[in-house]
C-alpha cells in the first residue's frame, strides 16, 4: 500500500560540514558516529545528496512526497534562510523553514522577512544551543512566539540527547509556552528525548505541542511515543528522517514496523504535518 509521507525534518549533506559535506573532516567523522548510535544500517548513506538532484532523487526514491528542509542559526551553526530557500524554491517535494537566534537584535525582522518575503513556512529556534544557553519558556523568547502567532506560523523548537546541558531538553518549559501562546502551533524537534514521558505530558495537557521523535523514536523508551500516538496523540505525532543523521528510505521502513495502528499511521505520516503546515499535496 503506498502511502503519502511528509518528512518534518531533513538537510542534504552538502549544506554544511556539520552535516557531512567533506570527507575526511571530523564533521564528517562525526556524521557517521551519529548515523551508527541512531541505528543507520550504512554509516555514510549521506554522500549521496551532494547536489541538490541527488538530495530530491532520494526524497522521491523513499516515498515521500514533501521532506522539510530546516535551517539553523546559533552562534556555533548559521545557515542563512536565504540559503534555505534557494535550496527549497525550485523543488516541489520541498518544504522551507526559517531559523533564526533570537539572542540577535535584529531577529524578529528577519522572521517578518522570512515569511514575508521569502515565503518559508515556520521559524526554527534553538534556545538550548544560544549563548547565553535559555530554556524554552525563557521571558526573552515571548517576542519570537509572539511573531509567530501573530504571522499564524508554527515555531519549531530544537533539543535533544545533543543539547549542551540537557537540563535546557527538558519539555517542561515548552508547557509554559503553550499556555501563554494557546493557538501557537509548537513542533518539538528530537521529541526532546531523552525526556519521553515529559514530552508525552506536555502533549498531553497542551493540544498546540506537535512531537517530531524523528530518529530517537528507534532509541530506547521511543516505543512510547508510539504507545501515544495510538492513544490520545494521533492528531500531534509527526514523522522525520533527521537526515542525514538517519537514512530516508530505511527510517521509512522502520517507522512503519513501530506498531502504529493502521488508523493512526496516515495521521502520523501525512495529515498532521499537512494539517500543520497548511499544504495541499
Given at each position: 500500500m503506498k502511502r503519502k509521507i511528509i518528512d518534518m525534518r531533513s538537510r542534504p549533506s552538502f549544506l554544511h560540514d556539520?552535516?557531512?559535506?567533506?570527507?575526511?573532516?571530523?564533521?564528517?567523522?562525526?556524521?557517521?558516529?551519529?548515523?551508527?548510535?541512531?541505528?543507520?544500517?550504512?554509516?555514510?548513506?549521506?554522500?549521496?545528496?551532494?547536489?541538490?538532484?541527488?538530495?530530491?532523487?532520494?526524497?522521491?526514491?523513499?516515498?515521500?512526497?514533501?521532506?522539510?528542509?530546516?535551517?539553523?542559526?546559533?552562534?556555533?551553526?548559521?545557515?542563512?534562510?536565504?540559503?534555505?530557500?534557494?535550496?527549497?524554491?525550485?523543488?516541489?517535494e520541498l518544504i522551507g523553514i526559517a531559523s533564526v537566534d533570537p539572542q540577535k537584535p535584529n531577529a524578529l525582522d528577519e522572521i517578518e522577512r522570512a515569511v514575508k518575503q521569502l515565503g518559508l513556512a515556520g521559524i526554527n529556534i534553538e534556545p538550548g544551543f544560544g549563548n547565553p544557553a535559555l530554556k524554552a519558556d525563557d521571558p526573552s523568547l515571548y517576542p519570537i512566539y509572539e511573531a509567530c502567532d501573530q504571522l499564524g506560523i508554527p515555531v519549531f523548537l530544537m533539543s535533544g540527547p545533543t543539547t549542551p546541558n540537557l537540563e535546557h531538553a527538558n519539555p517542561a518549559a515548552v508547557g509554559g509556552v503553550a499556555r501563554a501562546f494557546p493557538r501557537l502551533p509548537i513542533v518539538c524537534y528530537h521529541g526532546f528525548y531523552p525526556y519521553v514521558n515529559e514530552m508525552i505530558g506536555v502533549a498531553f495537557r497542551y493540544e498546540n505541542v506537535y512531537v517530531v521523535p524523528d530518529m530517537y523514536i528507534f532509541q530506547p523508551g521511543g516505543s512510547l511515543y508510539v504507545r501515544a500516538a495510538n492513544g490520545f496523540m494521533r492528531d500531534q505525532l509527526l514523522f522525520g528522517t533527521s537526515y542525514p543523521f538517519r537514512a530516508m528510505g530505511q527510517t521509512v521502513d522502520d517507522f512503519l514496523t513501530l506498531g502504529l495502528h493502521e488508523q493512526v499511521l496516515d495521521n502520523v505520516l501525512f495529515r498532521n504535518a499537512e494539517r500543520l503546515l497548511k499544504l495541499e499535496l
Open positions: 556539520f552535516y557531512g559535506a567533506t570527507p575526511g573532516t571530523a564533521e564528517y567523522e562525526t556524521a557517521r558516529w551519529l548515523n551508527r548510535r541512531v541505528g543507520s544500517k550504512n554509516d555514510a548513506h549521506f554522500v549521496r545528496s551532494r547536489t541538490a538532484e541527488a538530495f530530491v532523487e532520494e526524497v522521491r526514491e523513499a516515498g515521500i512526497a514533501a521532506a522539510v528542509v530546516v535551517g539553523r542559526d546559533t552562534p556555533a551553526l548559521s545557515i542563512a534562510n536565504d540559503r534555505i530557500l534557494e535550496i527549497t524554491a525550485p523543488h516541489k
